[in-house]
């Protein structure tokens, strides 16, 4: 095995589960259970391809997966604060729904179910850092945003506050419900650009559910970093790792099932031993 290979596929892996883990937190700290994680990454897959194909620009293609991302975190707001829909079952539902969107988007666009053309992706680097997606600079630059915006700032106080106790924010006039919005609404942008991510750095193209679960994954990240972006970081990588190590093991003569596994066994092997320690916001799932 490469470790050098090794090392710059696990921050590949990574960098998506950054993005969504951090648009989490924003979520999560705002008192909002953020189980659709995995509709807000492929919406943002699947507009960016869109977006790409009929401008020819990778940046547009961005911009419209940011966009799509959002307003799947904004129908999850709209469903969970002004409906008052089980937040779980919004999530998990939305999810369903943009899978089927997408599929069925796909045959009408395209005339085939598996997958997109390809289209302009998101330039690298040359020259010292060759190979290097611009992305992987952004995502540091973002997540360091993130935790000052979150530690460091009064919107970040009024946002932990109102995770914590919704009831307590009220009572000192904090605007609850808008607060709750931006969480959801900051969640869906982290996550839209995790999915641009996906389709345009990755491949270039649209595969029909390309997310392979990546958005529940990024879920249980937010939980093990503690709800803090360094944290969640930090989890990224050690899942990029395993999910990196996997695939430098196929080809060696065993299964490749055995392989393709092993970033969701030790998924499972982290919400049983780890994440039931962690604390999660007291507010997390009120209204």
């Not at 008052?84 to 969107?101: D, E, W, Y």
């Not at 390309?210 to 972006?229: E, L």
Request: aromatic share 10%; charged share 10%; with cysteine.
């Amino acid at each position: 095995m490469n470790i050098e290979t090794i090392w710059i596929s696990t921050i590949r892996m990574s960098i998506p589960l950054t993005l969504a883990a951090t648009g989490s937190i924003f979520c999560e700290r705002a008192g909002i259970i953020s189980l659709v994680l995995e509709g807000m990454m492929l919406s943002g897959a699947f507009a960016a391809v869109c977006g790409s194909y009929y401008t020819g620009s990778a940046l547009a293609g961005v911009l419209c997966g940011i966009l799509a991302g959002t307003l799947i975190g904004l129908l999850h707001g709209i469903l969970s604060l002004r409906y008052k829909v089980n937040q779980v079952i919004s999530g998990v539902g939305l999810n369903l729904l943009v899978t089927a969107v997408t599929t069925l988007s796909m045959q009408l666009l395209w005339g085939n179910r598996g997958n997109s053309p390809q289209v302009q992706g998101i330039p690298h680097f040359t020259g010292v850092l060759s190979g290097q997606s611009v992305m992987t600079f952004i995502t540091l630059a973002l997540t360091a945003g993130a935790w000052f915006v979150m530690m460091k700032t009064r919107y970040g106080l009024r946002l932990r506050l109102t995770g914590e106790s919704p009831e307590a924010a009220q009572t000192l006039g904090l605007p609850v419900q808008k607060l709750k919005y931006s969480g959801v609404l900051v969640c869906g942008a982290f996550c839209g650009l995790a999915g641009a991510y996906l389709s345009l750095d990755h491949l270039n193209l649209f595969v029909r559910e390309m997310t392979a679960g990546r958005g529940y994954i990024a879920y249980v990240v937010a939980i093990f970093g503690r709800y803090h972006p360094v944290g969640a970081l930090l989890g990224a990588l050690f899942f990029g790792f395993f999910d990196a190590f996997q695939i430098s093991l196929q080809g060696k003569g065993l299964p490749p099932q055995l392989f393709v596994v092993l970033p969701y066994v030790v998924t499972i092997l982290i919400i049983t031993f780890a994440v039931k320690n962690i604390r999660q916001p007291d507010g997390l799932g009120k209204l």
